[in-house]
């Protein structure tokens, strides 16, 4: 019995090896990170799964009221083994509430993990003014 699988993997080997290119050009062409998103009390916490991505090679922008974190993963392509990581570029765009804090957006990249905090606008505080009023007789 083994020696049959041996001898269907053989027979195979030419369409896994056409399987396996496509797939590999496939994993290049672009990919998107996954995302964490937490509301809090004054702000909202993005966390972006970026792993072997220098933080060198990834941009934070806001354009047309939207958050665009965009990078690319480079591949080495060294050896023909197998892998399941995706290569190339990547963008994510996250429309914006209008009570942000724009100039406020920190990033911090550790570990593979760019966490991004985006700061709600204080709300107007409620003004009392005391006024004088006078009885008119």
């Given at each position: 019995?083994r020696y049959e699988l041996t001898d269907i993997n ?89 009570r942000v804090e724009i100039a406020k957006i920190t ?31």
């Amino acid at each position: 019995m083994r020696y049959e699988l041996t001898d269907i993997n053989r027979s195979l080997s030419p369409f896994n090896t056409l399987f396996d290119f496509g797939l590999e050009r496939n994993l290049e062409r672009s990919w998107k990170p996954n995302v964490d998103i937490q509301e809090e009390p004054d702000h909202w916490l993005l966390s972006v799964d970026v792993p072997g991505i220098p933080k060198d090679d990834i941009k934070v922008d806001v354009l047309d009221g939207q958050l665009v974190i965009s990078g690319e993963r480079k591949t080495t392509k060294e050896s023909k083994g197998y892998s399941e990581k995706r290569f190339g570029k990547f963008e994510r765009r996250f429309n914006l509430p209008e009570r942000v804090e724009i100039a406020k957006i920190t990033a911090n990249y550790a570990h593979g993990v760019l966490e991004l905090t985006v700061p709600k606008e204080e709300k107007a505080k409620p003004v009392s003014i005391n006024i004088n009023v006078n009885e008119v007789q």
